[in-house]
């Protein structure tokens, strides 16, 4: 058997709702995966800065580097206004562990009348314009504000590597029996090179080389302009299955595509490094639903899952989104945000009944 270490981090608001929905779904997966957890609890936002001042100790940091496989964390609160010493937990740990790929799994609930829609958005997640590197000067004009926009060969080639496994892995998954809208493994390099020849330039074909490898021969590559990308995401969501783009693209298509499949309480994210993965729901604290016990805990499920999936363990992966997308389309249990009335808990508990 193997034993996965997961540092749990709540954070605030739902995040405390929902991270121990999904401890459970992975306790509950079957013995017969061979699989055994253990699971550390770890601190970080916005309530551990008013504690402690560091929004993100060092303790956690150092406990998932040494001694975790993976993690969930759930969602932290930012202040409104900006704080002295305050800074994201979640950019700082992609930052110390290197975590360079975000994905985002966008996936419609087969129904009557669904427009299908089963893709993944894969975000570089350490360059581009959020290297954060801006500086402001006066002119006889006015004030002018720069930044830098950096795109590197090396994160190009590993972020459409890692789009072009997905793509592979999906693949595989189908294969296995399950139902898909795509026919094969398909990777849409999205830019912005007709006008940034040299940076989206870089970037277009440093993909295109990394994808052009032996064992991407099945996977057929394509392009797309950045804001055609938009209007193609809009109007024929179904024709896509992996897309991946530098960082700030990748931001505004993931957010956008989450919009297509309804609720933010339904999309997961993982954020990826080597061989470690960090699953994070893609909504926030939400405050004003907070300690109701309404919070929708499938984001975070199929977080547990996408986590495990860069674990290697892509078994237990398709267990817990079986069991999603079956209380989904049977859609009797829902949380409010998709128009039922079943409490977090009920919704867990016909999910568990289900794996
Ligand atoms: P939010 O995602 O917290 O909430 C937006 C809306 O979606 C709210 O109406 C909320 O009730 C609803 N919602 C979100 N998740 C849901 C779920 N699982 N089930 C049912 N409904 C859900 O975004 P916001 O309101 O803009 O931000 C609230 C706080 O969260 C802010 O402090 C913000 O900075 C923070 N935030 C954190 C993260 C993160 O930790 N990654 C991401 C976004 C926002
Ligand atoms: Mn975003």
């Known amino acids: 058997a193997r034993t996965l270490k997961i540092g749990l981090i709540p954070g605030d608001g739902i995040g405390k709702e929902v991270i121990p929905a999904g401890r459970r779904i992975l306790e509950a997966l079957p013995a017969s995966l061979g699989l055994k957890f253990e699971f550390i609890d770890l601190k970080a936002g916005w309530e551990t800065f008013e504690q402690t001042g560091n929004a993100l100790p060092e303790e956690t940091v150092s406990i998932l580097k040494s001694e975790c496989d993976g993690a969930l964390f759930g969602a932290v609160s930012s202040p409104t206004k900006a704080v002295k010493g305050y800074s994201s937990p979640i950019v700082a740990l992609r930052k110390k562990l290197d975590l360079?790929?975000?994905?985002?799994?966008?996936?419609?609930?087969?129904?009557?009348?669904?427009?299908?829609?089963?893709?993944?958005?894969?975000?570089?997640?350490?360059?581009?314009?959020?290297?954060?590197?801006?500086?402001?000067?006066?002119?006889?004009?006015?004030?002018?504000?720069?930044?830098?926009?950096?795109?590197?060969?090396?994160?190009?080639?590993?972020?459409?590597?890692?789009?072009?496994?997905?793509?592979?892995?999906?693949?595989?998954?189908?294969?296995?029996?399950?139902?898909?809208?795509?026919?094969?493994?398909?990777?849409?390099?999205?830019?912005?090179?007709?006008?940034l020849s040299q940076t989206d330039g870089l970037f277009r074909s440093t993909a295109r080389e990394a994808l052009a490898a032996g064992r991407f021969t099945s996977v057929a590559v394509e392009e797309q302009i950045v804001d055609s990308m938009v209007y193609k995401l809009f109007r024929q969501p179904e024709a896509y299955d992996v897309i991946v783009a530098p960082n700030l693209y990748g931001d505004i298509l993931s957010d956008g595509a989450a919009a297509l499949v309804g609720s933010l309480g339904l999309v997961p994210s993982a954020n990826v490094g080597e061989g470690f993965a960090i699953g994070e729901p893609c909504h926030?604290?939400?405050?004003?639903?907070?300690?109701?016990?309404?919070?929708?805990?499938?984001?975070?499920?199929?977080?547990?899952?996408?986590?495990?999936?860069?674990?290697?363990?892509?078994?237990?992966?398709?267990?817990?989104?079986?069991?999603?997308d079956a209380n989904l389309e049977e859609g009797k249990l829902l949380s409010p945000d998709l128009g039922g009335k079943a409490k977090t808990e009920e919704v867990v508990q016909d999910i568990l009944r289900r794996l």
């Open 100 to 195: 360079y790929a975000n994905v985002r799994p966008v996936k419609s609930v087969r129904g009557p009348g669904v427009k299908p829609i089963d893709m993944v958005i894969v975000r570089e997640n350490t360059e581009d314009l959020y290297v954060k590197e801006e500086k402001t000067y006066d002119t006889p004009e006015g004030k002018v504000a720069e930044a830098i926009k950096r795109i590197s060969q090396r994160a190009s080639s590993r972020i459409a590597t890692i789009a072009g496994e997905i793509a592979l892995r999906r693949q595989k998954i189908r294969e296995g029996g399950s139902p898909s809208i795509h026919k094969g493994p398909l990777v849409t390099v999205t830019h912005k090179s007709n006008v």
């Open 284 to 324: 926030g604290s939400a405050p004003d639903i907070q300690g109701q016990n309404i919070a929708n805990p499938i984001a975070t499920l199929r977080s547990a899952a996408l986590m495990l999936e860069f674990l290697n363990e892509e078994e237990a992966a398709a267990k817990i989104y079986a069991a999603v």
